[in-house]
């Protein structure tokens, strides 16, 4: 078992080797002058189980190349199995034609995964679990819901408390937490006049007086969250706490956020965006580190990936 690290998260592919107890591959990656990829493995890799780490996240077309380069130059280096361990998988949220003659991004780009040569995808907390079906190999798709709940007990120490989906898609994630804190659940009628926009139609269920947990895979511009929490706020929510799996944090969301009434937003590190977090006083990360590299275990010794969260 190796692991080769994309440069899109270094951070975390050196956090997931110390964990592994491994070194990095060693490897070259670097840009033409013009900007293209050129990607070259410097240690003997035949015949060795490989996993390379690579979300991609800003900037996306660039880093999903540089995955595609990785796959393509370990294949042709005889690797004996390729696992692509996309922490974040960017292109996720075009899953459907939402009006016509629009591609279908995420199935565009698992096609392009698989023909470079991977063998397996790690993944965590796709934007929607069917997209584990646009690839024709296995996906594990791990979730940070355990991560959080843990998180929540020991540093919420508040009663009252209710989960709170920001939209329709975010229901059964919101479900699951809900289940692991013993809370109720409400959900928010959200709707996209425009991409990027987001408007609050509607809360499902009663907010008043809680304490209020929202749970989300992405956050990007920061709309859907800020606008949750002003409509939680409105209805008579008491704090207002945030859980988010992918920091993309895009424009203006760090400033959104620390002008916004969120209490606190917790986030994970399958996008290194350390620096612009840096600027916030609202933002804490915690580390996927451990799961991700138990995981990779145990797919390396082909045990059970699904108990990690019985
Ligand atoms: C949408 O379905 C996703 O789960 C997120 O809610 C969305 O991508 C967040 O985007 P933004 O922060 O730009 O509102």
């Given at each position: 078992?190796?692991?080769?690290?994309?440069t899109?998260?270094?951070?975390?592919?050196?956090?997931?080797?110390?964990?592994?107890?491994?070194?990095?591959?060693?490897?070259?990656?670097?840009?033409?002058?013009?900007?293209?990829?050129y990607?070259?493995?410097?240690?003997?890799?035949?015949?060795?189980?490989?996993?390379?780490?690579?979300?991609?996240?800003?900037?996306?077309?660039?880093?999903?190349?540089?995955?595609?380069?990785?796959?393509?130059?370990?294949?042709?280096s005889s690797?004996?199995?390729i696992?692509?361990?996309?922490p974040?998988?960017?292109?996720?949220?075009?899953?459907?034609?939402?009006v016509?003659?629009?591609?279908i991004?995420?199935?565009?780009?698992?096609?392009?995964?698989?023909?470079a040569?991977a063998?397996?995808?790690l993944s965590?907390?796709?934007?929607?679990?069917?997209?584990?079906?646009f690839?024709?190999?296995p996906?594990?798709?791990?979730?940070?819901?355990?991560?959080?709940?843990?998180?929540?007990?020991?540093?919420?120490?508040?009663?009252?408390l209710?989960?709170?989906?920001?939209?329709?898609?975010?229901?059964?994630?919101?479900?699951?937490?809900?289940?692991?804190?013993?809370?109720?659940?409400?959900?928010?009628?959200k709707?996209?006049?425009?991409?990027?926009?987001?408007?609050?139609?509607?809360?499902?269920?009663?907010?008043?007086?809680?304490?209020?947990?929202?749970v989300?895979?992405?956050?990007?511009?920061?709309?859907?969250?800020?606008n949750?929490?002003?409509?939680?706020?409105?209805?008579?929510?008491?704090?207002?706490?945030?859980?988010?799996?992918?920091?993309?944090l895009?424009?203006?969301?760090?400033?959104?956020?620390?002008?916004?009434?969120?209490k606190?937003?917790i986030?994970?590190?399958?996008?290194?965006?350390?620096?612009?977090?840096?600027?916030?006083k609202?933002?804490?990360?915690?580390?996927?580190?451990?799961?991700?590299?138990?995981?990779?275990?145990?797919?390396?010794?082909?045990?059970?990936?699904?108990?990690?969260?019985?």
């Amino acid at each position: 078992m190796k692991v080769l690290a994309g440069t899109s998260n270094l951070k975390l592919s050196k956090d997931i080797a110390r964990q592994l107890k491994l070194k990095l591959v060693n490897s070259n990656i670097k840009r033409f002058a013009d900007g293209e990829v050129y990607v070259e493995i410097n240690e003997n890799i035949r015949g060795n189980s490989i996993f390379v780490v690579q979300s991609t996240s800003n900037p996306a077309n660039d880093n999903l190349m540089e995955l595609l380069i990785c796959i393509d130059a370990l294949r042709r280096s005889s690797a004996k199995n390729i696992t692509a361990v996309i922490p974040y998988f960017g292109y996720a949220r075009q899953d459907r034609k939402v009006v016509p003659r629009t591609a279908i991004s995420a199935k565009l780009v698992s096609n392009l995964i698989t023909n470079a040569g991977a063998n397996r995808i790690l993944s965590v907390d796709l934007h929607a679990g069917q997209i584990q079906g646009f690839f024709d190999i296995p996906v594990d798709n791990l979730f940070s819901t355990p991560l959080f709940a843990r998180h929540i007990k020991k540093n919420i120490k508040l009663n009252n408390l209710i989960c709170v989906a920001p939209d329709v898609g975010g229901v059964e994630r919101t479900r699951a937490l809900s289940r692991r804190i013993n809370s109720s659940i409400a959900i928010i009628d959200k709707r996209r006049p425009a991409p990027g926009k987001s408007e609050v139609m509607n809360i499902v269920g009663n907010v008043k007086n809680k304490n209020c947990v929202i749970v989300d895979d992405i956050i990007d511009s920061g709309g859907t969250i800020v606008n949750a929490v002003k409509a939680l706020k409105d209805k008579g929510a008491k704090d207002v706490h945030v859980y988010i799996t992918h920091a993309v944090l895009s424009g203006e969301a760090i400033y959104k956020i620390e002008k916004s009434q969120i209490k606190k937003l917790i986030t994970t590190d399958t996008i290194d965006n350390s620096k612009k977090v840096g600027r916030s006083k609202k933002i804490e990360i915690i580390s996927l580190a451990p799961m991700i590299s138990e995981a990779m275990k145990r797919i390396a010794n082909s045990t059970s990936v699904s108990s990690l969260f019985k």
